[in-house]
């Protein structure tokens, strides 16, 4: 299902299409030094929001605990919304990788010469793939006006034109405003710099090579796909693009992602952490298309999507959690959904933690 309106395509995956599934292993939590009683409290908390869809932890490289609730299953692809960014940022490192992309300072408008307008503010020469990448590009923020900037931009004939035509509140760089068509802006890049649509260039690279694939991924009115939102995977296949994080750009002993491009991606972009907690999540910042922070005293790095997707990864604590929850609600109703989920990592998943 696409996401809010039906003013553009979404692209459905067969059954034909050939990919090697990439299998996790599966423990008891006690055998990982966890504690059974606390995520059986976990599953049964998230059970009892109603919202809630799927609630996946995985501890060194195992599934120790899963339920998923609403009719989903383990099979079941969910749309991920913004945890899509983190899959974004890596294919963004890997067309850096492979040359398609020659540097992160490079001009966002020379992709897209043809969106030069006569009076346009001189500042938007200056705005480069590593603003887009870390909400700098001067652009307001998407849940302004209760979200109305999000959806103005979501439903015009033209993403990439509207976009680029956005007023800059201040110069890039100066300053993050979280805005989901600045990375749609990279997924229009990719494909131009790669000559392969996204999706084709995520399969090819990072995909496939992790044994996954994306069962559904919305496009634009111009066809390409959606920068940074509405892409679809079961929870355990958003767990393998943590997993790969976890381990430096490696699985299974291959080389998936490049290990530079992980330390800098998981590098905070802005200049301070923020001070006030967002729920149980605390000391956050914002990487490369990433949320670093804590949440129950332990450092993380996180994909954080709408209304509770959430793809939270402990380095020390070689844990990942996943969650998927239902998305099409408003934006106090996320709110109270995210701050929930937080609170279930927060109070009965890292405590079950007995090392």
Known sequence: MCVFFSAVSCDMLTDTDPYVSFSWNESSPVTQNMSTVKLDSAL???????????????????????????????????????VSKSFLSALTGLALELGHID???????????????QDM???KHDITLRHLLTMRMGIRGEAEEDYRVYHRLYTSDNWIKNTIEEPLV????????????????????????????????????????CGIDV????????GYYFGGNSMFFTPRET????????????????????????????????????????????????????WLGQIGGRDMFMGYG????????????????????????????????????FNIVARYIVPALQD
């Open 103 to 117: 540097s992160l300072e490079q001009s966002m408008l020379q992709y897209f010469p043809e969106y030069i307008y």
């Open 170 to 209: 201040f110069s890039p760089g100066e300053h993050m405003a979280y805005n989901t068509f600045q990375t749609h802006l990279l997924s229009a890049i990719i494909t131009k710099a790669s000559s392969q649509n996204t999706r084709d260039f995520a399969r090819a690279n990072l995909l496939y090579p």
């Open 121 to 123: 503010d001189p500042r």
């Open 306 to 341: 709408y209304g509770g997707q959430f793809l939270i990864v402990f380095p020390a604590e070689n844990l990942i959690v996943v969650t998927t929850a239902r998305s099409g609600v408003d934006g106090n109703t996320s709110t109270q959904q995210e701050w929930a989920l």
């Open 239 to 290: 767990a393998v693009l943590g997993y790969v994080y976890l381990h430096k750009g490696i699985l299974d002993g291959r080389r998936i992602i490049p290990e530079e491009w992980i330390d800098l991606t998981l590098t905070a972009s802005t200049n301070r952490t923020h001070p006030n907690a967002w729920g149980e999540l605390k000391n956050y910042n914002y990487a490369y298309l990433w």
């Open 44 to 82: 049964l908390q998230a059970g009892l929001l109603g919202f809630a869809d799927g609630l996946l932890v995985i501890r060194n490289g195992s599934v120790v605990a899963e339920r998923y609730y609403n009719g989903y299953t383990e099979t079941t692809p969910h749309n991920v919304m913004s």
């Open 215 to 222: 069962h559904e991924w919305e496009q634009g009115p111009q």
